[in-house]
Structures are given as C-alpha cells and as structure tokens.
C-alpha cells in the first residue's frame, strides 16, 4: 500500500472524530432559557487590575441588566490607573454600584481566585456572575442565566461570550477557544455530562448559585490555581453540582486582547492547567497536527484533500455558530499551528521551572505568585 494513502486515511480518521463530536455538541450546546425566581438578586462581579480603558463600559452594561434586581461589585486588585476612581464616580451616582479594595495577595493564592474569592464575600445575590473587565453584556444576560440555574438545576451557568478579533494575532488565537469546546469536549460542557474531568467554564462569563458556591469551597478551594472557571466547574461537580456551558454569543461580547504578543501570553499562563501537561500534550499533537496540519502535506492525496475539506467545513460551522469573523477560518490551520506552539512553550517553560507573567504578577509552575 502507498505510504502517502496510508497517512492520508489516517489524517481523514483524525479529521471525522471532531467532526462528528462537533456536530453533536451544535446540537446540544445552546442558549440559556428561564426566568429567575421570586426574590433572586445577581451580583456582577468584576475582578479590576489596571481596567481604565474597560471598566466604565463594563459597569454601564452591566446596569443595563433587565428582568432581574443586580448588583455590580468591583474589586480593584491593585490598580495604579485610573480604575478606581473611574467606579467611584459611576458608584456615586447608581447605588447599585460598589467599588471594593482588594486586600495584599496572600501566599499562595493567584491574584484573580484571590480577587474572586473576596468578592464572592462581598456579594449580597443568590447568583453571583463573575465576568471579566473587558466583557459587555446583554441587557438579559443576567436575567436568562439566573433563569437558566432555576430551570435545570444547573449549580453553574457558563459561556463563551461572542469574541471580537481585530488583528491578525488574535485571529490564530482566539478562535482556538470555541473550536476545542465544540469539537474536542464530549457533550460541550452539558450537565448530563456528570464526570469532574468533563467539566469546562469560561471565566469571563460564569454564574453560579451562592449556596453550591459555598457548599463546593469556591475560589478559596482553588487558591493556588490559574484557569479559575475550569477548576470551579471540576470542583463543584466534585461536590455533586451540575456545571452547564450554554451558547454564550447571544449573552456578552468580549474583545480578551488586542494582538499577538498579549494573546500569546494570556494563553500559555492558562495552557499550564489545560493541554500542557508531559502525557496530555503529545497526545494533543497528534490529533491536531494529524487532522488539521497534516493533510497539508500530504496534497493532492485525495483522502488528504477530504480531511482538509472536512476540517475547514467544521471550522466553518463553529465560526458563523459563536458569530466571530468569517475572515479567521482560512487562518485555521495557522491557528492550529499557534495553538500547539503556545502549549509545547509552556509545557517547555513550565519543565525549567520558568513563571508565567501576567498583570505585572509573575507565577512559578506550581500556580503560586
């Protein structure tokens, strides 16, 4: 048999299982529906470290919540900009509005679990949605995920919210985020998928009902930890709570960073809780390379053309599903390419006991500051 045909089938059979599991999880991941109970209060929490440029908008969206009372709480976790002072005026004419100072970094704790974890304290709901500075949200986000908890039983409620790219650095980073929830996570998130390891979050959008917050540890259960809404999601199931990614597009838009060089750090200082591990990673290699790289090299072997198609048409479907722009699927293959440079860089970095910086705070790989 031809070396080449043999590697391209292989290629096709690497290209089918997202596929398949891809549009099983269009099919089950979709938008909350419900309405709050009687009573229930949403306290929108926003972890603020040098957020001038975000965190009036943030707030102004946030108060435009509809369909539920809110709250929106910030704690500014050591800011030297103008952060603060921007949540004092806005507090000063909305009640709803508080600014909160984030007491000195403990030793081992990451500074956003820690600015999560004092919030959490602060708040006064019976759901806390956390999101991030840079994240707007819709007028019936709040209303639809408290809904959503109600309606399911859901202990956590939480989406990818609609990405803005506008450079090519983010355009081979970003989208990864969509693709590996949609065609690499059995079930999406859902919550009848019950299994801890199974579990998935997006912290820029994550709601969860105050009561099984409190009952699975919260953050302060994760302290030493970096990627806060996936060990959140793996902890409460633990403790037996259901955790649910929903369609996130329809609920905030979120523009995470603003070229490559933030992109890329963003994404190792998580990678090291994600893909990045000694066993996981080659693993990781061979089904993204082989599905999506691969067949590259192997053109025009038709089997190889067929594994392209079949990847660029899944890329497709999940691009025009999470509305992020057309533009970035011809860059899939680069984008898969980034993706395993930014984890192989950290698992590297990670092995030579090097630490990830993010926010002027450096952390060992371990997770600690």
């Not at 065609?183 to 009561?211: H, I, N, S, W």
């Not at 990614?245 to 979120?254: I, N, Q, S």
């Not at 490559?260 to 990678?271: D, Q, V």
């Amino acid at each position: 048999m031809d070396l080449d045909f043999t590697w391209a089938w292989l290629a096709l059979w690497l290209a089918m299982f997202p596929a398949a599991m891809g549009v099983a999880n269009l099919f089950f991941v979709r938008p909350p529906q419900g309405k709050p109970g009687e009573g229930a209060l949403v306290s929108i929490l926003v972890p603020a470290r040098n957020e001038e440029a975000n965190i009036a908008t943030c707030i102004r969206h946030a108060l435009a919540s509809r369909g539920v009372a809110v709250e929106v709480v910030v704690m500014d976790d050591g800011s030297t900009d103008r952060t603060a002072a921007i949540v004092q005026e806005i507090a000063a004419a909305d009640p709803r509005v508080r600014l909160e100072t984030c007491p000195p970094l403990p030793p081992g704790w990451t500074g956003k679990v820690h600015a999560c974890a004092r919030l959490a304290e602060k708040a006064q709901g019976t759901h806390l949605l956390f999101i991030d500075a840079d994240v707007r949200l819709e007028p019936d986000a709040a209303a639809t995920m408290a809904g959503h908890s109600v309606r399911t039983g859901a202990a956590m409620v939480t989406g990818v919210p609609r990405q803005e790219i506008g450079s090519l650095g983010e355009a081979v980073t970003v989208p990864m985020i969509n693709f590996l929830l949609f065609c690499y996570l059995p079930g999406g998130g859902r919550a009848f998928t019950k299994r801890p390891d199974m579990a998935a979050g997006c912290g820029q959008l994550m709601m969860v009902e105050r009561k099984a917050y409190d009952a699975s540890g919260g953050h302060t259960a994760i302290r030493g930890l970096l990627h806060d809404a996936l060990q959140l999601s793996r902890r409460m199931r633990a403790a037996g709570f259901a955790t649910e990614v929903v369609e996130g597009a329809p609920l905030a838009t979120c523009r995470m960073y603003t070229g490559f060089a933030e992109s890329w750090a963003g994404f190792i200082k998580n990678a090291r809780e994600g893909m990045a591990t000694p066993v996981g990673l080659p693993i990781w290699t061979a089904m993204l390379a082989g599905a999506f790289l691969w067949p590259i090299a192997l053109l025009p072997e038709a089997w190889a053309l067929l594994a392209l198609a079949i990847g660029f048409a899944l890329r497709t479907a999940v691009t025009l599903r999470v509305r992020e722009p057309w533009w970035t699927i011809p860059l899939h293959p680069l984008a898969v390419a980034v993706a395993l440079a930014i984890q192989w860089t950290a698992l590297v970095r990670g092995l030579m006991g090097k630490p990830a910086g993010w926010k002027g705070r450096a952390y060992q790989p371990d997770g600690t500051a």
